[in-house]
């Protein structure tokens, strides 16, 4: 993709890319990136390098996130443990950077902002399969990639698997071969990461894919190039049949257990008992929580009642009810308005040319975080708010200026760097 020649143009279009080809194998690195971003994108606001530029799409989408962190922190200010609050809401300053990232973007005029997220995301989904293959086949491992976690690695895995497979619908023969290229090496490390729950998730993934270009699939399929990458992803799970037999023999054993009545701290066990724990601790407060610093602290009565171990947990493993325990009714409510925003503003955008792009591009990342949050980590994750919260202001950005523009007026003039 050639890069624009003027700098803040130039800048942009590489700092999306790397935003989707870093998550899965760079970790905290587009964490990182993304307040470098806001940091930046203050001072330039501050020094007039580019206008302060939102329609109304854009100020729904920052507002919503505010009201997100505004819920967390005053449910955190009516609970106890006061002086633990700093420490725990932390994070929830990367939900206020649509306020000054999305300008920054919209100062790129004419660009086309989601080809080369797209671009990046095939990139990253491949690269991730690699580190996969290096980090299970070779080492014996659980593949983690630079994430540092399984969970996140096959979370960050599964998006980019699906936003990488977005690139089917162009024009473009190479980008047609990068979007087989994403689909397969994405669930190559997402399979590698043995992250039972994530696996599941890739179904409703693989359904909307489908829904987006079922023709241009089953053409590409056929291919030479997209067999040769099919034979290539059937090697690759062939070299760690030993990890992948004896995780599926570990979950077999899992349910058995269960299904007998045995109690157990690991695995399938752990989480029925973090989620019965979490549902009373939810009933105790249902309307204001328990404060997000008190999250774990909360479920501590119900899990000593069966005299196993309580392991360390910093989450329920289900992002919905981690943030019911925090804030009830109010923070689960604004949760779920988070994770909606993003689609509602790509199916109420302008019906421009990338307007399906942006529509699917909302739905896979929503689905895949909803999906995979049901028995892992949503937010409160460095990786995992950063690539939500950029995803979203990328979508933002993305929708057209038309009639219901509606600008700060001041003098700013865009600079070239």
Not at 26 to 35: C, R
Not at 75 to 88: C, D, G, K
Not at 224 to 239: D, E, G, K, N, V
């Amino acid at each position: 993709m050639a890069l624009p020649k003027n700098g803040i143009d130039r800048n942009n279009v590489i700092s999306i890319f790397l935003m989707g080809a870093l998550p899965a194998v760079g970790g905290s690195v587009i964490s990182v990136m993304l307040y470098s971003f806001f940091v930046w994108a203050v001072a330039s606001l501050a020094l007039r390098r580019f206008e302060f530029r939102m329609i109304r799409s854009d100020r729904i989408l920052a507002s919503t996130f505010t009201v997100f962190a505004a819920l967390i922190l005053l449910t955190a200010l009516i609970a106890p443990n006061r002086s633990e609050i700093p420490h725990s809401i932390i994070w929830l300053l990367a939900f206020l950077a649509p306020w000054v990232v999305i300008p920054r973007l919209r100062s790129s005029k004419g660009i086309d902002l989601l080809s080369p997220y797209l671009v990046g995301a095939a990139v990253g989904a491949v690269i991730a399969a690699f580190v996969a293959l290096v980090q299970s086949g070779m080492l014996g491992l659980r593949s983690e990639g630079g994430a540092g976690n399984p969970a996140v690695f096959s979370i960050m895995s599964l998006c980019l698997m699906g936003i990488g497979g977005l690139n089917i619908a162009s024009t473009s023969r190479a980008r047609q071969i990068m979007a087989i290229a994403a689909v397969v090496g994405g669930t190559v490390a997402l399979v590698m990461s043995l992250t039972r729950g994530v696996a599941i998730a890739i179904l409703p993934v693989f359904v909307l894919l489908l829904m987006f270009e079922s023709a241009r699939w089953r053409s590409i399929l056929i291919r030479p190039i997209s067999l040769a990458i099919l034979t290539a992803a059937t090697i690759a799970f062939y070299s760690v049949e030993r990890i992948l037999d004896r995780r599926w023999d570990q979950t077999v054993r899992e349910f058995h257990g269960i299904l007998m009545g045995k109690q157990t701290t690991k695995g399938i066990g752990e989480r029925l008992r973090l989620w019965e724990a979490g549902r009373d601790a939810f009933l105790d407060s249902p309307f204001w929580g328990h404060g997000i610093q008190n999250r774990m602290a909360s479920l501590v009565p119900e899990l000593s009642k069966d005299d196993l171990p309580i392991r360390g947990f910093t989450h329920a493993h289900n992002g919905f009810l981690s943030f019911a325990i925090d804030g009830g009714i109010l923070t689960l409510t604004a949760l779920i308005a988070v994770l909606c925003v993003p689609v509602f503003i790509a199916w109420r955008a302008p019906r421009d040319s990338n307007y399906r792009t942006r529509l699917f591009l909302a739905l896979i990342v929503s689905t895949s975080y909803a999906a995979s949050g049901m028995t892992q980590i949503m937010f409160k994750h460095d990786i995992m708010d950063a690539f939500f919260v950029f995803c979203a202001i990328l979508i933002a950005a993305s929708i057209p200026a038309g009639p219901g523009l509606d600008p700060t007026k001041t003098n700013a003039k865009p600079s070239a760097s």
